[in-house]
């Protein structure tokens, strides 16, 4: 499980995709909380997070939605520059 970004709080990775499933998603973690977000739309995919941490988590994969994307397929990861 690899880390790709770290902010406010917020460990976001992403699970191998052959030993996860569909469609693709990250993971948010906090202290307290972990949930799957879609790449696709930002949306939590089920469970519950903090709104504030959700906004962020949106707007984090809607600006990396791409090299989010290109992880996803390739399993190639990379370090993403956390949210200002």
């Known amino acids: 499980m690899p880390t790709i970004s770290y902010f406010y709080g917020i ?3 992403m699970y191998l995709r ?3 499933h569909n469609p693709p998603h ?3 973690i906090t202290q307290d ?3 799957p977000f879609l790449i696709a739309t930002g949306e939590i995919m089920e469970g519950e997070f903090p709104p504030k941490a959700t906004i962020m988590v949106k707007e984090f ?3 990396y ?3 989010l994307l290109t992880m996803w397929e390739t399993e ?3 370090k993403l520059p956390p949210l200002d």
């Open 33 to 35: 909380f972990d949930a």
């Open 76 to 78: 190639k990861y990379q």
């Open 18 to 20: 052959n030993k996860e």
């Open 65 to 67: 939605q791409r090299e």
């Open 26 to 28: 990250i993971h948010a």
């Open 61 to 63: 994969i809607l600006k």
């Open 11 to 13: 460990i976001i990775v």
